[in-house]
């Protein structure tokens, strides 16, 4: 059964310098809070892993989180561009980031071998990009039974998976429901895995539609809207200004340092973050 806890020893314990993590979430359920207590606690040398890239690895890659960054899409959804992002490819700052391309599909079927204890995944896809030119964890493989080329992409195993969801109940199991991505395999392919939820019931919602069972959790953490400025389906809508905001302070880097310092690491948790926030509702 996996340990309740804080999100301050949850990361304490399963993130270290130099892994690799995903923090998957798609269009809502991102786990925001856990990327700030990652940023928080001066985590460095990070391989982050993600399909979808948003503001919060825009905020982990700016701190100085990152060395490298695997994924198949990056950027502010509806706004624009991640420019800490940008300023680490273009310029080098805070330091230097290496990045690993894919498609959805390929993203997609590497955590689903991962997940399934397989060396790669296999698909039709790449056909007439210059990806697997450039990408050493793309290459082809010969149907046994066709004698098709097909695209092999290697497994993905983070050495921690993150996620957010709606509801744990009160033996360690995870309920989550709305638009999927691929948060169950990412958990399932993670050598540990931490997931914070919007609160502990006693009885899942009858709305739930994917249960991780205790034995695949390392951590859980209550973290009541965790995936603010996302949203988190039946709890919280998006938060669209925060998005536009985050345009303008991201895109000076002595702007960003001072939000740094004054909504990370001079907060104790996510919840005096929210609080800073004045257009959140509710907190």
């Known amino acids: 059964m996996p340990t309740i806890t804080t999100l301050h020893d949850a990361v304490a314990e399963h993130v270290h ?15 925001v809070a856990a990327g700030h207590e990652i940023i928080r606690q001066r985590r460095r040398d990070l391989r982050l892993v993600r399909m979808t890239p948003d503001i919060v690895y825009d905020q982990m890659i700016g ?17 624009g561009s991640l420019h800490r992002f940008r300023e680490a490819i273009e ?6 980031l290496s990045i690993e391309e894919h498609s959805h599909g390929g993203m997609a079927v590497r955590y689903s071998a991962g997940a399934s204890g397989l060396p790669f995944g296999v698909l039709r896809g790449y056909t007439g990009t210059d990806l697997p030119r450039y990408t050493d964890s793309i290459s082809t ?5 066709t004698g098709e080329s097909l695209a092999a992409v290697s497994a993905l195993n983070p050495d921690v998976g993150i996620i957010h969801a709606q509801q744990a109940d009160r033996d360690g199991n995870i309920g989550l429901w709305g638009i999927q991505g691929v948060q169950k395999e990412a958990v399932l392919a993670s050598r540990r895995s931490i997931v914070t939820v919007e609160e502990v019931v006693d ?4 709305r739930v539609r994917v249960v991780l069972p205790s034995w695949v959790i390392s951590a859980i953490a209550v ?6 400025p996302s949203y988190a389906h039946g709890y919280y ?3 669209n200004v925060y998005y536009r905001e985050w345009d303008e302070i991201s895109r000076d880097h002595d702007r960003f340092n001072e939000w740094l310092e004054q ?3 001079d907060t104790e948790d996510f919840a005096q973050h929210l609080a800073m926030t004045p257009h959140v509702a509710g907190v």
Request: some cysteine; proline content about 10%; glycine content about 14%.
């Open 203 to 206: 009885t899942f919602d009858s």
């Open 91 to 96: 310029k080098g700052y805070p330091h230097p």
């Open 223 to 228: 973290v009541p809207r965790g995936a603010h």
């Open 237 to 239: 809508e998006r938060d």
């Open 263 to 265: 909504h990370v690491y």
């Open 63 to 79: 701190a100085g989180a990152a060395t490298s960054l695997v994924f198949s899409w990056g950027g502010n959804p509806g706004v």
């Open 141 to 145: 493989v010969q149907c046994p039974f």
């Open 17 to 31: 310098d130099g892994d690799t993590v995903a923090l998957e979430g798609f269009t809502h359920l991102i786990p």
